[in-house]
């Protein structure tokens, strides 16, 4: 059955690749983007499909997110501000985008009586939390002003799923990377960076020892958790948050390891790019490891990807396409 799907964040990395999935699938996709992180080139290839409808427009604005919901069935927002850095930064903005537009988006979807929203949520919600692996209703104290944004929109999906019966499900995204994911910026995400910049013989800067490990989370398995909490139909399912990652982890040093060794298979010179380390970087979650138990047993998810999976497809996507 041919469903409407509104992607907000249409334009980003994982948005764009939310849109080729469920547009390949013959569902119809509504792309809702202010383009302020999200690319145009990330769209390209939908622009004439007659299934495809982009709205440029903000979340911000309460007038542009009732327009881009009315036709939708499902929701799946993942327009938001990013970045540990860019909340210490500007808190500010942070909030206004991810708090401030989440709350408009919810309001939208509720008006116009959508099937599901499912949302964006963050691992950064464990906060100084220790325990490992991260167990969905086990939390710490916010590190950061975007935590507190992630964690606040977890707090009203639960409000909005209990006082108006909007049918939600939040995926704690943990460290996603893959194709499309953008290597530039200042805000830019450690795997892109990384490779663009081995890519170009630079060394590449870890922030501390580069024993800070993480649950790195390749973007097809992150589109396997939102088609599943699209498709869902078991009410204990609803209404609730899942970690979204592989469920292993790897320390930055590692990581590095990894990516030489795949772009050296490439251009051998690679293998010699000497490693630079740096100062830690405020607000960082030293170590990063989902537990999956929860997504497999109510969802029937089942990550196809590991880091080294994922990474070489990714390298090989780089290599094609940043030259």
């Known amino acids: 059955m041919q469903n409407t799907i509104l992607i907000t964040g249409g334009a980003g990395f994982i948005g764009s690749n939310l849109c080729e999935y469920f547009l390949g699938l013959g569902n119809k996709v ?17 622009l ?18 009732m327009l881009a919901v009315q036709d939708a069935d499902y929701v799946l927002h993942e327009a938001a501000l990013g970045s540990v850095p860019r909340s210490i930064n500007d808190p500010i903005t942070t909030n206004d985008v991810n708090v401030s537009g989440f709350l408009n988006m919810l309001v939208a979807s ?13 691992s950064s919600t464990y906060g100084d939390s220790q325990g490992l692996p991260k167990v969905e209703d086990i939390i710490g104290k916010p590190l950061s002003p975007y935590a507190i944004t992630k964690y606040v929109n977890e707090l009203y999906a639960d409000i909005f799923s209990k ?43 870890i922030n501390g020892d580069g024993n800070y490990s993480r649950d790195f989370t390749y973007i097809d398995n992150v589109i396997q958790m ?50 630079v380390y740096g100062e830690n970087r405020a607000g960082d979650i030293p170590h990063s490891l989902a537990s999956i138990d929860k997504a497999k047993k109510q969802l029937g998810y089942n990550p196809k990807y590991s880091l080294q999976e994922g990474l070489k497809e990714a390298v090989s996507w780089y290599w094609n396409n940043l030259k």
């Open 30 to 46: 509504i792309c809702l983007d202010n383009f302020s992180t999200g690319h145009r080139h990330n769209l390209q290839d939908f």
């Open 48 to 65: 004439e499909n007659p299934n495809f409808k982009l709205i440029e427009g903000d979340i911000r604005n309460i007038e542009d997110c």
């Open 110 to 122: 509720r008006d116009a009586k959508v099937k599901r929203f499912v949302y964006a949520a963050s």
């Open 163 to 205: 006082t108006y019966g909007l049918e939600t499900i939040g995926l704690r995204y943990f460290n996603v990377f893959g194709r499309k994911q953008d290597p530039d910026g200042a805000y830019a995400a450690v795997i892109p960076k990384f490779v663009k910049q081995l890519m170009k013989l630079e060394s590449p800067v």
């Open 226 to 275: 939102n088609k599943l909490a699209i498709e869902v139909n078991n009410k204990e399912a609803l209404n609730t948050v899942y970690n979204t990652a592989y469920g292993d982890r790897n320390t930055l040093n590692e990581l590095v390891q990894y990516l030489k060794k795949y772009l050296a298979e490439l251009n051998p010179e690679i293998a010699n790019v000497q490693i």
